[in-house]
């Protein structure tokens, strides 16, 4: 928002009262930049910035081609991050249980570590590594990316998306002692906004996981939830 022209305050502020109070109600057409220059004599600029304030406030979303709209006001799921990790796909179990049907896709790859996974991984940066993608599903709509990074000998197998990682790294020998997480929310990358079909304005969640055996870590993923459709649970045991 980085202007002078501050009146773009004004309609801001007209058309927040009007979604608060009802008058524009969920999935309501927003007008359009033309729209505002005209209803509310401000210029072009003042009409982006308020229809960038809003979209940031989670107000009214943008959609490509198409202009914006009043916000569903949605219900956010929680994800229980500790309560499955001994099923083959925590998140598809977490969701199972709360009655919703899952799918996923996933393949595997050989990938060069480089720095940021010789960090996590504590190897080298030329070393491979194998890359496992993710897709997860709720009635048919995505709903969740991962990217899993292990060291080679560990890769998951025809038949591991019926086994735990945990159980899959314990039938190697290696028993898993902690997990760690690391959480914030990001601007989507393009890719990640088309594959979540993510309507403009919603950031996502990136929760960056690493199992641990001792002082080794064995496994780190990347895991890209919509900062719309969910929300984070953590238990913490005394």
Avoid at 192 to 219: F, I, K, M, N
Wanted: no cysteine; net charge positive; proline share 6%.
């Amino acid at each position: 928002m980085a202007t002078s022209d501050r009146v773009y305050l004004r309609v801001v502020e007209d058309l927040r009262r009007q979604i608060l109070d009802g008058t524009l109600g969920p999935g309501a057409v927003i007008p359009s930049r033309a729209q505002l220059t005209r209803k509310y004599r401000v210029g072009e600029t003042a009409a982006r910035h308020a229809l960038r304030a809003l979209v940031s406030e989670g107000l009214i979303i943008g959609r490509i081609g198409s202009g914006h709209y009043v916000r569903e006001a949605s219900r956010l799921i929680p994800l229980h991050r500790w309560r499955f990790l001994d099923h083959a796909t925590p998140f598809a179990t977490d969701l199972q249980s709360q009655g919703r049907h899952v799918t996923w896709d996933w393949h595997s790859e050989p990938a060069t570590a480089g720095s940021d996974l010789a960090r996590r991984l504590g190897v080298a940066a030329s070393a491979t590594v194998t890359r496992t993608h993710y897709v997860f599903r709720g009635d048919g709509r995505p709903l969740q990316l991962a990217t899993a990074y292990e060291p080679l000998g560990f890769a998951p197998h025809a038949g591991a998306e019926r086994t735990s990682l945990v159980a899959r790294m314990y039938a190697h020998g290696v028993k898993i002692t902690e997990v760690v997480e690391s959480l914030h929310t990001r601007e989507p990358e393009p890719s990640e906004r088309e594959a979540l079909e993510l309507p403009a304005g919603v950031h996502v969640l990136h929760v960056e996981r690493t199992h641990w055996a001792g002082d080794r870590p064995v496994e780190t993923s990347d895991i890209i939830v919509p900062g719309d459709r969910f929300r984070m649970v953590y238990s913490i045991p005394l």
